[in-house]
């Protein structure tokens, strides 16, 4: 069935370097997709999103880059803090009549002082 | 953004008991959604909470097991049904926020069953 994938499960940076988390997806209809944050024992929580008529969208630190060509979504943050850490998951939305959010495996990211 | 409180926040339960997670948001909102995630893992869609009708269930979850309530635009309920180990997981409330801004979780109900 369509899927959304991680290429890099975990990953650890050093703080202040830029940090980069890939994702891809198979479902060609889907139109919206969005990156959470998930820090242990909290649920996930909303960092930037994007729709398929963008390929580039910028927030705080953050930046997510859409390439439907080749179905890849990533997740750039600027300048990694400590208090990123914590798992990050790409889901997406075929959108229409269809309101499911189809989440990725997840990356842990950890952030070295 | 809106605002989810889900109750408990974590539980211990015997196997073959039944636990019922309580999600109340601080605003109206038409689509609200029950996850799964089991330890180590993502996030599995279980039902979409339909006010004024039955919930809508994804592929391997059903009605029995997963009850869901949701009498109000604001409040939805999800009961886990004869409990097992193997339910052991975090239970996620979700809603559509309006406006197209996406979607927000609560803080989840870790559940494990002994």
């Known amino acids: 069935g369509e899927s959304v994938g991680l290429h890099l499960p975990t990953l650890s940076v050093q703080e202040g370097d830029n940090s980069i988390i890939n994702c891809a997806y198979s479902?060609?209809?889907?139109?919206?997709f969005i990156w959470y944050k998930q820090e242990s024992g909290k649920g996930p929580q909303f960092i930037i999103d994007?729709?398929?008529?963008?390929d580039k969208r910028q927030g705080q630190r953050v930046t997510v880059l859409l390439n439907k060509t080749v179905k890849h979504l990533s997740l750039q943050i600027a300048a990694t803090q400590p208090g990123d850490s914590a798992v990050y998951f790409c889901?997406?939305?075929?959108?229409?009549?269809?309101?499911?959010?189809?989440f990725g495996k997840g990356t842990l990211l950890t952030v070295n002082p | 953004s809106a605002v989810i409180s889900q109750k408990p926040s974590r539980d211990i339960c015997q196997r073959g008991t039944s636990l019922t997670i309580q999600c109340q948001v601080d605003?109206?909102?038409?689509?609200m959604f029950w996850y799964r995630q089991q330890p180590g893992q993502s996030l599995t869609l279980i039902a979409t909470?339909?006010?004024?009708?039955?919930?809508?269930?994804e592929s391997g979850f059903v009605i029995d097991k997963f009850p869901i309530s949701r009498p109000n635009l604001t409040f939805s309920t999800l009961t886990v049904s004869n409990m097992s180990p193997e339910d052991s997981s975090i239970y996620l409330c979700?809603?559509?926020?309006?406006?197209?801004?996406?979607?927000?979780f609560g803080s989840g109900t870790r559940l494990t069953v002994v």
């Open positions: 479902n060609s209809a889907s139109d919206y």
């Open positions: 994007i729709r398929s008529n963008m």
């Open positions: 889901a997406e939305n075929s959108g229409g009549s269809n309101y499911k959010l189809t």
């Open positions: 909470a339909n006010q004024g009708s039955e919930a809508t269930y």
């Open positions: 979700s809603v559509e926020e309006e406006d197209e801004k996406g979607y927000t």
């Open positions: 605003s109206q909102v038409t689509m």
